[in-house]
């Protein structure tokens, strides 16, 4: 697939934690309420983000009718906002908490409403606070990646970074 996104070549390589989710396992990183990861969330993504072997993850996501942009396929947005949620949750791996700055979307084809969507992503590496992340998309065929990503994601401290945002949180 095209794409302009060049990682840095100097990328420090990174170990899995020794208490990340097992291959195979299901990552929970967020809260029930998370519009990507959340259950108690009419409309989210409901995403299950599934450890895999090394620093991978992958996810699968139905495309429902409320997903439509373009007559019959998939909002663009939903579709970032789906690989926001796949990588974002992937540094759990090495036990690191982040938050995305820097998201890049490659859409390759028309993603038709009542296929799935597999996400396949990837932990390339870090540089000081920064950790890049790369995923593919398909809608059954592996050699035919339909969307793909590239992202900086950076981390944090949790409670620092969104103490002074906690108490708007929403609990249905
Ligand atoms: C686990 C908790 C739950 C997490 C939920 C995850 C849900 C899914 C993922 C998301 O959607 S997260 C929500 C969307 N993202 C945000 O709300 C983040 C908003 N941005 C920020 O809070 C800050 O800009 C950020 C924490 C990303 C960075 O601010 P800091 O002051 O902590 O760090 P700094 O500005 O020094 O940047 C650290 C490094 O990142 C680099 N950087 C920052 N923004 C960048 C950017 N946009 N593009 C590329 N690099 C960027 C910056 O240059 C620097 O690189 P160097 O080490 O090389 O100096």
Redesign the pocket.
């Known amino acids: 697939m095209k794409h302009a996104f060049v990682p840095p070549a100097d990328l420090e390589p990174l170990q899995r934690h020794p208490k990340a989710a097992a291959p195979g396992h299901h990552i929970d990183?967020?809260?029930s309420t998370?519009?990507?990861?959340g259950d108690d969330v009419p409309l989210g993504l409901h995403l299950k983000v599934i450890a895999g072997d090394g620093l991978t993850v992958s996810a699968d996501m139905p495309v429902a009718s409320w997903m439509q942009g373009g007559p019959g396929v998939i909002h663009g947005g939903v579709l970032s906002?789906a690989f926001?949620?796949v990588?974002?949750?992937s540094p759990?791996l090495i036990g690191s908490?982040?938050?995305?700055?820097?998201?890049e979307i490659d859409f390759a084809e028309p993603i038709p409403l009542g296929s799935t969507l597999h996400f396949d992503a990837r932990i390339l590496g870090r540089?000081?606070?920064?950790v890049y992340i790369a995923s593919v998309a398909h809608i059954g065929d592996p050699e035919r990646p339909v969307a793909s990503a590239h992202s900086?994601?950076?981390t944090?401290d949790?409670k620092e970074?969104?103490a002074e945002h906690y108490d708007k949180r929403v609990i249905l």
């Open positions: 990183l967020h809260h998370c519009f990507g990861c906002a926001d949620e990588m974002g949750t759990l908490a982040v938050v995305t700055a820097h998201l540089q000081r606070r920064k900086i994601f950076v944090i949790v970074h969104f």
